[in-house]
């Protein structure tokens, strides 16, 4: 386990955002649970609340992605290919889903629903950005520490 790839040091307002609207092929119904004015919206309320938000798409080159990423506080997103790199960088996330395989994937992230009469939903979290920040940080450290553990072993 190396100590050095997973650096504490994060910018205190960034939160790191891809959505899959600028994908060049609509993505699977399951993926697609919020709409761009709903996504705007979400981004509109974090920037209210004093957060940088960065934003990615499938175009940002991977060092890019790498570095937003591994220097954010928090992610928010949709099941798609950059939730790999902040699971493995055990950056806290909540995933727009409630399908099964995200939970599988991304064990730490915090899985929240688009629909608002669905308990947490992404609007609950929004509610209050402490819960926000909090609730996917204390589950991405726990996550973090258990992985930890699980290398030692094999190293």
Request: proline share 4%; net charge positive; hydrophobic share 35%.
């Amino acid at each position: 386990f190396r100590e050095d790839a997973f650096t504490e040091t994060y910018i205190r307002n960034k939160v790191v955002i891809w959505r899959p609207i600028f994908n060049s092929e609509v993505p699977r119904t399951w993926k697609n649970f919020l709409t761009v004015e709903q996504w705007d919206d979400i981004i509109s309320m974090l920037r209210r609340a004093g957060l940088d938000i960065t934003e990615l798409t499938y175009r940002t080159p991977v060092s890019e992605v790498m570095y937003h990423i591994s220097t954010c506080r928090q992610v928010i997103c949709y099941d798609g290919m950059w939730h790999y790199i902040a699971r493995n960088f055990s950056v806290p996330m909540i995933v727009i889903s409630k399908d099964g395989v995200t939970k599988y994937h991304t064990p730490h992230a915090i899985t929240a629903s688009g629909l608002k009469e669905d308990n947490y939903n992404i609007w609950w979290y929004l509610k209050d950005i402490g819960e926000f920040l909090g609730i996917p940080r204390k589950s991405a450290v726990e996550h973090k520490e258990r992985s930890k553990k699980y290398y030692e072993v094999r190293d």
